[in-house]
T-cell receptor, first 111, second 114 residues
């Protein structure tokens, strides 16, 4: 079932610019995860942020989580052509195995 | 070494046929999943197994039957294929039971039913 909604659905920016994607969700969560999917490939886990965290960094990625607004953002700094992909958020609860997925944001980095 | 592998990568078949997709993970994970991704990129969970036991069984037609011979393998058999079954099917695994951890995905099997 779909819980998360990514915004925007599609984003096209110039190489070197920063890209920001947002994810909103509806129910309580224990963690929120971001994944990348390159065209024709499987999803790759990028970063996990737990509900008691507000911000997390990994290389050029910065994720924020606002549980009061039930939203998260993924910032990719200094974008590269290789960042062109679809990005998905997924929310999870510690009480079960299932992740609830958003519909994804398609990011295009123009050279 | 490939962490989560699926075979075949592409599968083209006619309506009414029966086909299987195989998945293997060498990560030592306890939990495995099957997802269906449609043409709009929506990712839908179908099944999940934990240590060979079925733990998630979403509303999926009975024509789909998962089988887990051991915790490293999760296969998907589809009977009487229909046009609407055309999609990309992903296998995934995650490291532990009882909590939602990051999932590791296979490369996908693109199924085309004609």
């Amino acid at each position: 079932s779909q819980q998360g909604e990514e915004d925007p659905q599609a984003l096209s920016i110039q190489e070197g610019e920063n890209a920001t994607m947002n994810c909103s969700y509806k129910t309580s969560i224990n963690n929120l995860q971001w994944y990348r999917q390159n065209s024709g490939r499987g999803l790759v886990h990028l970063i996990l942020i737990r509900s008691n965290e507000r911000e997390k960094h990994s290389g050029r990625l910065r994720v924020t989580l606002d549980t009061s607004k039930k939203s998260s953002s993924l910032l990719i700094t200094a974008s590269r052509a290789a960042d062109t992909a679809s990005y998905f958020c997924a929310t999870g609860m510690d009480s079960n195995y299932q992740l609830i997925w958003g519909a994804g944001t398609k990011l295009i980095i123009k050279p | 070494d490939t962490a989560v592998s699926q075979t075949p990568k592409y599968l083209v078949t006619q309506m009414g046929n029966d086909k299987s997709i195989k998945c293997e993970q060498n990560l030592g994970h306890d939990t495995m999943y099957w997802y269906k991704q449609d043409s709009k990129k929506f990712l839908k969970i179908m099944f999940s197994y934990n240590n060979k036991e079925l733990i998630i069984n979403e509303t999926v037609p009975n024509r789909f039957s998962p089988k887990s011979p051991d915790k490293a393998h999760l296969n998907l058999h589809i009977n009487s294929l229909e046009l609407g079954d055309s999609a990309v099917y992903f296998c995934a695994s995650s490291p532990s039971s009882g909590r939602s951890y990051e999932q590791y995905f296979g490369p996908g099997t693109r199924l085309t039913v004609t």
